[in-house]
């Protein structure tokens, strides 16, 4: 298993700034997915971030509103760019497990409200 | 393309009585099927996973889940429902080659309340 902190928990924020959550993993591992959960929503993919390379991003997420880095093999950040109140989401840092199974770990998530 | 249908936005049990939450899926694959559960603010925790081996599957606080191949189906049960089970069920499928999570499919989720 793995474990994964983030930072920040929660924050409210106001309309056209930036905010900035760090994830943190107890191990090295190979890939890192960051993903959104909207209001009463299931999870989406926002985009893959691989260490030592560009972050690979899903279909309506771009680089500019969410840019991504990867310092190294534990830890990643995401940045939610000129924020408005649609961004209000649990943002989640996700990590692969077994390899066999292709099992996910999730942090507790961070919970943005943008006013 | 891969899908995951939950069928049931929200389900709602007395605590002791059995709990069923379906989820059917789409895959060219030979999928792997998961089941995650979010407690309010909380992060997700796998409950349980199928990989092709045994067709039932066991996984914690006495959830199992049986693969049906035939109906596309994973459902999840629970003999007897409590208090604590209240939370957010997630199925999810991935193709059986995705060795590190990157093609995970979520399902839209079923809200899960036990009434006392």
């Known amino acids: 298993s793995a474990v994964i902190s983030q930072k920040p928990s929660r924050d409210i924020c106001q309309r056209g700034t930036s905010l900035t959550i760090q994830c943190q993993v107890d191990?090295?591992?190979?890939?890192m997915f960051w993903y959104r959960q909207q209001p009463g929503q299931s999870l989406t993919l926002i985009a893959t971030a691989n260490q030592g390379s560009e972050a690979t991003y899903e279909s309506g997420f771009v680089i500019d509103k969410f840019p991504i880095s990867r310092p190294n093999l534990t830890f990643s950040t995401l940045t939610v760019s000129n924020m408005s109140p649609e961004d209000s989401s649990i943002y989640l840092c996700?990590?692969?497990?077994?390899?066999?199974?292709?099992?996910?770990?999730f942090g507790e998530g961070s919970r943005l409200t943008v006013l | 393309a891969q899908s995951v249908t939950q069928l049931d936005s929200h389900v709602s049990v007395s605590e002791g009585t059995p709990v069923l939450l379906r989820c059917n899926y789409s895959?060219?694959?030979?999928?792997?099927l998961f089941w995650y559960v979010q407690h309010p603010n909380k992060g997700l925790q796998l409950l349980l996973k199928y990989t092709s081996a045994a067709t039932l599957v066991k996984g914690i606080n006495g959830f199992e889940a049986e693969f049906k191949k035939s109906e596309t189906s994973f459902h999840l049960t629970k003999p007897s429902a409590h208090m604590s089970d209240a939370a957010e069920y997630f199925c999810v499928v991935s193709d059986c080659g995705d060795n590190y999570g990157q093609n995970f499919v979520f399902g839209p989720g079923t809200r899960l309340s036990v009434l006392p």
């Open positions: 191990s090295q591992v190979t890939m």
């Open positions: 996700s990590v692969g497990g077994n390899r066999a199974a292709g099992e996910l770990f």
């Open positions: 895959s060219s694959y030979s999928p792997s």
